[in-house]
């Protein structure tokens, strides 16, 4: 394959990164790469940037979130973004979300060779439902395994900062959902739960210091995603 893109990581985020270019090829396997992290840990900014790196290769790349991805997993995600409701119906409606979004999305993108980048996944369900809210580990298992058995992240990286400063960022930026106004309680619930994860599986997790400059977590994801 040829490389078309001028490589320009200093200048230009989107354009594609060296070490990224380097280590992608014509038969290179699908990927399931998943961002998570509390509210306001700055993941998103970040997400276009590699999908743009392995993308200008010519490789397809599906960005995609949760919850959300789907029409359904959309609406869906109006209504846990906004109603109240039981921890254990959040639960069930995430998980509803996300057997659409692997059906109809992740699943048939990994299968015709693609990568896809996915704005959390079961991850989050662990932290917030599990951490945050208090429904057992083992039912939020339990449904991992029913909706999409064998089905984990290749890499997932963790943007990780205090629930403090993750506030402050948001407070001016828009109007918050149900979950951002949750007390630093909840968060740092959220929060140690996420590292708990990374801790009990290093080999998917990456940790990242969202309290680094956006270059330099740049420059690491570049690092990460080119090790692949
Ligand atoms: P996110 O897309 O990160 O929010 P935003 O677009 O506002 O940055 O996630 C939406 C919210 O959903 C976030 O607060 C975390 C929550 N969430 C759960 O509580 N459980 C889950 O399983 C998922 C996927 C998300």
Same mark, same amino acid.
């Given at each position: 394959?040829?490389?078309?893109?001028?490589?320009?990581?200093?200048?230009?985020?989107?354009?594609?990164?060296?070490?990224?270019?380097?280590?992608?090829?014509?038969?290179?396997?699908?990927?399931?790469?998943?961002?998570?992290?509390?509210?306001? !840990?700055?993941?998103?900014? +970040?997400?276009?940037? *590699?999908? =743009?790196?392995?993308? %200008? &290769? #010519?490789?397809? $790349?599906?960005?995609?979130?949760?919850?959300?991805?789907?029409?359904?997993?959309?609406?869906?995600?109006?209504?846990?973004?906004?109603?109240?409701?039981?921890?254990?119906?959040?639960?069930?409606?995430?998980? !509803?979300?996300?057997?659409? +979004?692997?059906?109809? *999305?992740? =699943?048939?993108?990994? %299968? &015709? #060779?693609?990568? $896809?980048?996915?704005?959390?996944?079961?991850?989050?369900?662990?932290?917030?439902?599990?951490?945050?809210?208090?429904?057992?580990?083992?039912?939020?298992?339990?449904?991992?395994?029913?909706?999409?058995?064998?089905?984990?992240?290749?890499?997932?990286?963790?943007?990780?900062?205090?629930?403090?400063? %993750?506030? #402050?960022?948001?407070?001016?930026?828009?109007?918050?959902?149900?979950?951002?106004?949750?007390?630093?309680?909840?968060?740092?619930?959220?929060?140690?739960?996420?590292?708990?994860?990374?801790?009990?599986?290093?080999?998917?997790?990456?940790?990242?210091?969202?309290?680094?400059?956006?270059?330099?977590?740049?420059?690491?994801?570049?690092?990460?995603?080119?090790?692949?």
């Amino acid at each position: 394959m040829q490389a078309e893109v001028e490589v320009d990581v200093e200048n230009d985020s989107v354009a594609v990164a060296p070490a990224v270019a380097q280590a992608m090829t014509d038969g290179a396997k699908p990927r399931f790469i998943t961002f998570e992290g509390i509210d306001g !840990a700055g993941k998103s900014t +970040h997400i276009e940037a *590699v999908a =743009a790196w392995v993308k %200008a &290769r #010519g490789v397809e $790349v599906v960005v995609t979130r949760e919850p959300g991805g789907t029409p359904m997993g959309e609406s869906l995600r109006e209504l846990l973004l906004a109603e109240a409701m039981h921890l254990e119906t959040e639960t069930l409606l995430m998980f !509803a979300a996300r057997r659409e +979004h692997v059906a109809q *999305v992740i =699943a048939p993108a990994l %299968a &015709r #060779g693609a990568w $896809v980048i996915s704005d959390r996944f079961t991850d989050a369900t662990f932290a917030y439902q599990g951490g945050g809210r208090g429904v057992p580990r083992e039912k939020i298992e339990a449904l991992a395994d029913w909706v999409h058995p064998g089905l984990t992240p290749d890499l997932t990286l963790l943007f990780d900062l205090p629930r403090e400063v %993750a506030a #402050g960022r948001m407070a001016s930026s828009r109007e918050l959902d149900r979950f951002e106004i949750e007390l630093t309680d909840f968060h740092e619930r959220v929060r140690a739960e996420y590292l708990r994860l990374a801790q009990a599986e290093p080999a998917r997790f990456r940790v990242i210091d969202a309290n680094l400059a956006p270059e330099l977590i740049s420059k690491e994801l570049e690092k990460i995603i080119s090790s692949l």
